[in-house]
């Protein structure tokens, strides 16, 4: 790599692309080969399993993590780091085992802020953040003037920064010189992995059954079926929101807990574990409940586009 390079790392899933990252970090050693960095080069490593590299059952608080790699600063200083990466109030006390993902992703970026690196080796940075907090962080990176590998399926992401593609393959390495625009251009294909591919397809499958169904009259004949089948979908959406709500509401409840500091003194083991599968549980449950909810959404769209009222 030379400095300045932004490359994106692409491949299917079990290629060996967090792998790469984590040889290049240093947190696992490589079968063969070296790693070399080049003169006065920093790298920065954000994982993609935040809780690996965080520390899954720590009961350190935010706080603590951010101010042991900067011991010398003032805790004002601190604060403001944390503030930057919207931990304010009591959030800067909560312990980093009952962090959510979202929550961790940003005290990673945090800790990248205050460690400055002038290499960032970022593995899937995007997951667990939602729309806004991408762009911002498409925009923060977009403005870094270091060096910058990522390993990423988000599309939007990637097209928005890489300069340069290293695709990993069954058959060996593809290093192309380019943008990802240029990169599916030369190539043809845009690479997605199995998973993204079945579930483009798995998408795909429902476009055509909504579409054969309003063919068909639907639930009833023509448009009067349509109509009757988005009063159904309507309610059914309704009623996932409604589930949705009340178990991320169940959620927030076992996270309030988890963040008393003097739960872990009064619970036994058992009952901590409980709650923690309870929580994974949940967590579980609404995944595949926000999937179900995208895919009536989903067809409600394809209903109202065509003119279905």
């Given at each position: 790599?030379?400095?300045?390079?932004?490359?994106?790392?692409?491949?299917?899933?079990?290629?060996?692309?967090?792998?790469?990252?984590?040889?290049?970090?240093?947190?696992?050693?490589?079968?063969?080969?070296?790693?070399?960095?080049?003169?006065?080069?920093?790298?920065?490593?954000?994982?993609?399993?935040?809780?690996?590299?965080?520390?899954?059952?720590?009961?350190?608080?935010?706080?603590?993590?951010?101010?042991?790699?900067?011991?010398?600063?003032?805790?004002?200083?601190?604060?403001?780091?944390?503030?930057?990466?919207?931990?304010?109030?009591?959030?800067?006390?909560?312990?980093?085992?009952?962090?959510?993902?979202?929550?961790?992703?940003?005290?990673?970026?945090?800790?990248?802020?205050?460690?400055?690196?002038?290499?960032?080796?970022?593995?899937?940075?995007?997951?667990?953040?939602?729309?806004?907090?991408?762009?911002?962080?498409?925009?923060?990176?977009?403005?870094?003037?270091?060096?910058?590998?990522?390993?990423?399926?988000?599309?939007?992401?990637?097209s928005r920064l890489a300069s340069r593609i290293l695709e990993l393959t069954p058959a060996g390495i593809n290093d192309y010189q380019g943008t990802y625009e240029e990169y599916l251009e030369a190539c043809g294909d845009d690479h997605l992995d199995a998973e993204a591919v079945l579930d483009k397809a798995r998408r795909e499958k429902r476009r055509q059954k909504a579409a054969a169904k309003r063919s068909a009259g639907g639930d009833g004949v023509g448009a009067g079926g349509d109509r009757q089948r988005i009063r159904d979908?309507?309610?059914?959406?309704?009623?996932?929101?409604?589930?949705?709500?009340?178990?991320?509401?169940?959620?927030?409840?076992?996270?309030?807990?988890?963040?008393?500091?003097?739960?872990?003194?009064?619970?036994?083991?058992?009952?901590?574990?409980?709650?923690?599968?309870?929580?994974?549980?949940?967590?579980?449950?609404?995944?595949?409940?926000?999937?179900?909810?995208?895919?009536?959404?989903?067809?409600?769209?394809?209903?109202?586009?065509?003119?279905?009222?």
């Open positions: 790599m030379r400095r300045g390079d932004r490359m994106a790392i692409l491949g299917p899933n079990g290629i060996g692309k967090s792998t790469l990252l984590k040889i290049a970090a240093g947190v696992v050693p490589s079968d063969a080969g070296k790693v070399e960095w080049g003169y006065e080069a920093r790298p920065g490593y954000f994982a993609q399993d935040h809780r690996e590299q965080l520390g899954a059952d720590s009961r350190q608080t935010v706080e603590a993590n951010l101010w042991e790699i900067c011991p010398g600063e003032p805790i004002g200083f601190v604060r403001a780091q944390l503030g930057a990466m919207l931990f304010s109030g009591d959030d800067v006390e909560k312990q980093l085992r009952s962090l959510s993902g979202g929550e961790a992703a940003r005290l990673l970026f945090a800790r990248l802020a205050v460690e400055k690196p002038n290499v960032l080796l970022l593995d899937e940075p995007t997951n667990h953040l939602d729309l806004e907090a991408i762009e911002a962080l498409v925009e923060g990176l977009a403005g870094y003037d270091g060096t910058l590998v990522f390993v990423s399926h988000d599309r939007w992401f990637v979908l309507t309610a059914r959406r309704d009623r996932l929101t409604a589930e949705i709500d009340r178990i991320e509401a169940r959620i927030g409840e076992i996270n309030e807990t988890f963040c008393d500091r003097t739960y872990f003194d009064r619970a036994t083991p058992k009952e901590v574990g409980k709650l923690e599968a309870e929580q994974k549980k949940l967590a579980t449950k609404v995944e595949e409940l926000m999937a179900e909810w995208e895919e009536v959404e989903t067809e409600l769209e394809e209903l109202a586009g065509a003119g279905v009222a």
